[in-house]
């Protein structure tokens, strides 16, 4: 299925009216981002394999002899830290298709409507919940099709938690929920969905290399070109239908993803 | 018999914390081979390569023969007070502010006649055990202790002031992640120190004896990642002006040297590790270190690096680990000019591979753990500067010193 666009036309009062709006407050701007702190829990993997660079804030200086009037850091971090964005480049699956960098992708992509589907309270009874079909089945039920172009972000209220919680690592590895690799390849290829977005750390559930294929939503979303948004917050307060998502990555050459400044615009009617 | 030191109080906020001030300095450059004995804990003494006869002070010519040839070697310990003198009024300034102050005249068994600070048991006419210490200024100097044991024989005033004992110091030791950080945490408490901060980086990562650590008398665990500039000054912020000792524990270990490794993250890893978090803890704790040299008993005393021997001479298995640590090892020399005049000691332990995961492949001998951990306490107790922890490091050290480029071409293997 195409993720492309119709063909509509808009006229430029109602950009003007969506601008007055965010003013007013009739439109309320939801900041879905976590702050990018040194301390934030990064994704696990094997000591022996590369590990991401965690987040590094260094005063350059701070109103003293090294800068006396100014105040300004150096960062250093990894592409996937803190409330993070994945381009298709990241996965093997998308490792040939065109544009599939953060410098390179559509920045029409950037701006998509989302559809919130609540699992908190599974999510709360079991840790290891694995979104599946018949759980979207049950959500368009209540809310409609999913559309094409969509963000599809699961809530799971896990950005509540303390961060031990939050990583929640066992012996076995990590213990976060996620989708099962059917949900995924549905999402994909017979809802055409723009993304899949998740509070934990990694689209893909805690245990998902033990899934077939492993790491199922990495697998499909980014062999299909679309995209993964990770480490959110906030979304217990969008609706389940209606929200827009504003997810621009940092425009790093050939970049896999980058951490990035999340919002959603959501109705407050 | 001396008392025992009691328990320090609670500061009294309304005196001021008294400056450290330095013991006199100047030596010549041939007395410096009594600073090296004074770092390693050795007692070496000039003896003459043609008579045989043992010399001191540090002098070009043999007293007996005028021959030029004086090396330093391994001497015996022994000898007997012949007298003593209390200074109550010393001129200069160090001395004035510790008067009354101890110091004999000994008679080495092995000939020369020696001035020396003196354990207050130390009585004229009987035996004494002599060594170099370092003083706060970081010079040689010689002390006689009583040839036998006494009760609370640690606790001399004179002493303590020689070393950096753990007894009711608060020690901070930066990285409790790691088998050594937990077995020195235990070798310190078991030492006598008063709180033994723990530093544990990524709280949100479970690790292997953590249940041990928690909830336990006189051990805090505190956050700490020493590679991040802000988690470093924060807890400083908190503890900064109560740790008396800071054990540097940070710990990390891949195999590699350069060409057989893709990039620079792991090396960037190692720096960011061992030599930023370095950096960043001694300019958070260092300053309020330097500063409370002098501040009573439990007086800031000591800063412990752990640093691999291969600091020293490159082991091309682990590389770019041994050029992370040589650049720790050259960083350590200059925290130890920077916090000499708080007089403060900069050890450095020098170990071979220990016997922890990053090392499994390697063949034993390996280090274990809990000896480094007494190395630790050792070092403290006896004010060392630098300490080869197992075979491996003694090794190292001796095969540097007699051919640096036969070292270089063994470890290629």
Not at chain 2, 63 to 87: H, I, K, M, N, V
């Amino acid at each position: 299925m195409s993720i492309e666009p119709e063909d509509v036309t808009m006229d430029s009062r109602n950009l003007l009216e969506l601008a007055s709006a965010i003013s007013s407050g009739a439109v309320r701007v939801v900041d879905l981002t976590f702050t990018l702190t040194p301390d934030f829990p990064v994704i696990v993997l094997p000591p022996e394999f590369g590990q991401a660079a965690p987040v590094r804030i260094q005063e350059i200086s701070r109103y003293d002899g090294r800068g006396p009037a100014w105040y300004w850091n150096n960062l250093t971090f990894g592409e996937h830290t803190g409330t993070h964005f994945d381009a298709p480049i990241h996965w093997y699956t998308g490792k040939n298709l065109p544009n599939n960098a953060v410098d390179t992708m559509p920045a029409r992509d950037m701006v998509a409507s989302a559809c919130v589907i609540d699992c908190s309270a599974q999510a709360a009874q079991d840790a290891d919940f694995l979104l599946t079909i018949p759980h979207v089945e049950a959500w368009e039920m209540r809310h409609g099709r999913i559309p094409a172009r969509h963000w599809v972000l699961l809530r799971t209220d896990w950005s509540k938690k303390g961060w031990r919680d939050y990583a929640n690592l066992g012996e076995d590895g990590a213990h976060t929920p996620g989708p099962d690799a059917a949900v995924m390849k549905w999402l994909v290829e017979e809802r055409g969905i723009i993304g899949f977005g998740t509070e934990t750390i990694g689209t893909d559930a805690g245990q998902a290399g033990h899934l077939d294929p492993p790491y199922p939503a990495h697998h499909f979303l980014h062999g299909a070109g679309r995209y993964g948004l990770q480490c959110l917050c906030n979304l217990d307060q969008l609706p389940a239908t209606g929200a827009v998502i504003v997810a621009a990555p940092l425009k790093i050459q050939n970049g896999s993803g980058s951490p990035l400044r999340v919002i959603a615009l959501v109705s407050s009617a | 018999m001396i008392d025992p030191i009691q328990p320090p109080r609670r500061k009294n906020p309304l005196l001021r914390t008294r400056l450290p001030t330095s013991p006199p300095k100047p030596r010549s450059r041939t007395s410096h081979g009594f600073t090296r004995a004074a770092a390693e804990g050795r007692f070496m003494l000039q003896r003459c390569d043609a008579c045989a006869t043992f010399c001191y002070p540090a002098r070009e010519a043999c007293p007996s023969c005028l021959s030029s040839s004086l090396a330093f070697t391994d001497a015996p310990r022994r000898g007997t007070l012949l007298a003593e003198t209390t200074a109550r009024v010393p001129s200069d300034l160090y001395f004035r502010e510790r008067a009354p102050w101890r110091v004999g005249l000994v008679k080495m068994d092995c000939g020369p006649l020696i001035v020396a600070h003196l354990h207050a048991d130390c009585k004229e006419d009987a035996a004494v055990h002599m060594s170099f210490q370092l003083d706060k200024g970081g010079q040689a100097v010689a002390f006689a202790r009583p040839d036998e044991e006494t009760p609370n024989m640690a606790d001399d005033r004179q002493w303590r002031e020689m070393t950096a004992d753990p007894k009711f110091r608060r020690v901070l030791v930066t990285n409790g992640r790691s088998v050594v950080g937990q077995e020195t945490v235990a070798a310190l408490r078991a030492a006598g120190a008063k709180t033994v901060f723990v530093g544990v980086a990524e709280p949100w990562r479970p690790f292997a004896g953590e249940r041990q650590l928690s909830g336990q008398e006189g051990i805090e665990i505190v956050p700490l990642d020493a590679a991040d500039e802000k988690s470093v000054t924060d807890l400083a912020a908190d503890i900064g002006g109560k740790v008396d000792i800071l054990v540097n524990t940070t710990e990390y270990v891949r195999a590699g040297g350069l060409l057989d490794r893709k990039g620079t993250s792991i090396a960037r890893d190692e720096i960011d590790q061992a030599y930023l978090g370095f950096i960043n803890l001694a300019q958070a704790f260092g300053p309020a270190m330097r500063m409370r040299g002098a501040d009573g008993v439990n007086n800031c005393a000591a800063w412990v690096n752990i640093l691999s021997v291969y600091a020293l001479a490159n082991w091309p298995a682990f590389g770019a680990y041994s050029a992370s640590q040589a650049a720790c090892l050259s960083l350590s020399h200059c925290l130890r000019a920077e916090l000499r005049p708080g007089g403060v000691k900069v050890m450095n332990l020098f170990t071979g591979p220990t016997d922890t995961e990053w090392f499994q492949t390697v063949p034993p001998p390996k280090v274990a753990p809990r000896a480094v951990a007494q190395a630790i306490v050792a070092a403290l107790r006896n004010g060392l500067e630098e300490i080869y922890v197992g075979d491996v490091a003694e090794e190292i050290r001796l095969r540097l010193a007699a051919n640096p480029k036969a070292l270089e071409r063994e470890l290629d293997r």
